[in-house]
């Protein structure tokens, strides 16, 4: 070795494999989901538990939204009878007005009904067997063992269907009278004296999101109201719409079909083209093919001018949602609730709906603040 060479550095030992081993680091990904999933399943817990408790108080619940639903149609009446008489006679004329009202249409659709039942009952039965011998030849190639077998699980939904609704909407005897009573003296107090209602509700909320709450408060009512009177004329609308049709194509028991139309209305996007369906097997039954086939380019019609033309100019932003998502509430609530859940699940939805544009600074018409000016003053 020269000495102009430095001496060879001894080589770094090897680390041994216990030193190579230390706390093992968890993802920072599987930590982000980890902590949004217990946190989402906490939330679907507490869903759970507020359903189990609405399920238990359910027949006050459906009181009360009834009495905001017969609040909304007669308070127009009420401010409009306010003008010429003093305030209470003007909140008894217009409860009882409206009141009138419903059971004159409820009155006639139901007479309608019974009436014509049986001529109904022998169309449809009359229907069915037509049905029965087409669906025999190709390409279906049914049997009559299935045909019935199907026709027997189609009669048994719809009577599982009405006897839910029925146990769910009159219930016992003493539900019925609780429920009959807190939607009494809800439409009263309702109509009475709303504002100091709402203010006692909003009085409990802390002070800083007071007027957050106020302004959610009033879009949700405005999205129901304006909900519940256009729900009404649109109904009255496609009723008549179809009533004029079936006149026209010479469809007998059209006073009828069109009850049933009035009735599948309040079920938005879905409900009058299926009633109006119905009316294709009546046609088929009584008048043709041809004229079932026109009776279902009537459903086509009265199913676009109602959510194109007529959802859009009578309700306006009260039901802002896409048809698809109508729907998708419509199946939710009919699987919750039954049929009271369909009926419910839109007007629920779309105030949901308001209030969350508001709440995420999406309403143009109410920005939402940091500090709102009720909170700020008080």
């Known amino acids: 070795m020269s000495e102009s060479q430095p001496p060879a550095e001894p080589a770094a030992p090897l680390p041994s494999r216990q030193a190579s081993k230390g706390p093992v680091e968890v993802p920072h990904t599987l930590i982000v989901w980890s902590g949004m999933t217990w946190r989402v399943?906490?939330?679907?817990?507490?869903?759970?538990a507020l359903f189990y408790v609405m399920g238990l108080i359910a027949t006050v619940l459906v009181a009360l939204f009834l009495g905001a639903f017969f609040t909304a149609l007669a308070?127009?009446?009420?401010n409009l009878f306010a003008k010429v008489m003093p305030r209470p006679l003007a909140l008894i004329t217009s409860i009882l007005t409206i009141t009138v009202a419903i059971t004159l249409v409820l009155f006639v659709v139901v007479t309608s009904v019974?009436?014509?039942?049986?001529?109904?009952?022998?169309?449809?039965?009359?229907?069915?067997?037509?049905?029965q011998t087409w669906t025999q030849?190709?390409?279906?190639?049914?049997s009559d063992a299935d045909f019935t077998k199907y026709v027997g699980e189609v009669e048994s939904w719809i009577t599982s269907a009405l006897e839910s609704f029925a146990l769910g909407t009159v219930g016992s005897i003493g539900e019925l009278v609780i429920g009959g009573s807190v939607l009494i003296f809800a439409v009263i107090f309702f109509m009475s004296s709303p504002e100091k209602i709402w203010a006692f509700v909003v009085s409990w909320m802390p002070t800083r999101s007071r007027?957050?709450?106020?302004?959610?408060?009033?879009?949700?009512?405005?999205s129901l109201s304006g909900y519940t009177r256009g729900v009404v004329v649109v109904a009255l609308a496609d009723s008549l719409l179809v009533f004029i049709g079936l006149l026209i194509l010479q469809v007998p028991l059209a006073p009828a079909l069109a009850a049933i139309v009035f009735f599948g209305a309040f079920i938005p996007v879905i409900g009058a083209p299926i009633a109006t369906f119905f009316a294709a097997i009546i046609a088929l039954a009584e008048r043709g093919p041809l004229i079932a086939l026109l009776v279902v380019v009537l459903t086509v019609i009265v199913g676009s001018f109602d959510g194109d033309v007529l959802q859009p100019l009578v309700m306006g932003k009260a039901v802002s949602l896409n048809p698809l998502a109508i729907i998708l509430m419509i199946a939710i609530g009919s699987i919750t609730l039954g049929i009271?859940?369909?009926?419910?699940?839109?007007?629920?939805?779309?105030?949901?709906?308001?209030?969350?544009?508001y709440l995420t600074?999406?309403?143009p018409e109410h920005p939402f603040l940091d500090e709102p000016a009720s909170a700020a003053a008080s």
């Open 75 to 78: 308070s127009p009446i009420r």
């Open 41 to 48: 399943l906490v939330i679907l817990a507490g869903f759970v």
């Open 361 to 363: 600074n999406r309403d």
């Open 211 to 222: 007027g957050h709450v106020d302004t959610s408060g009033r879009l949700a009512w405005e």
């Open 137 to 142: 030849g190709p390409p279906l190639n049914v």
């Open 114 to 131: 019974i009436n014509e039942a049986p001529a109904l009952t022998k169309s449809v039965n009359s229907a069915f067997s037509q049905l």
């Open 340 to 357: 009271i859940g369909a009926l419910v699940a839109v007007p629920i939805g779309a105030a949901i709906y308001r209030v969350a544009k």
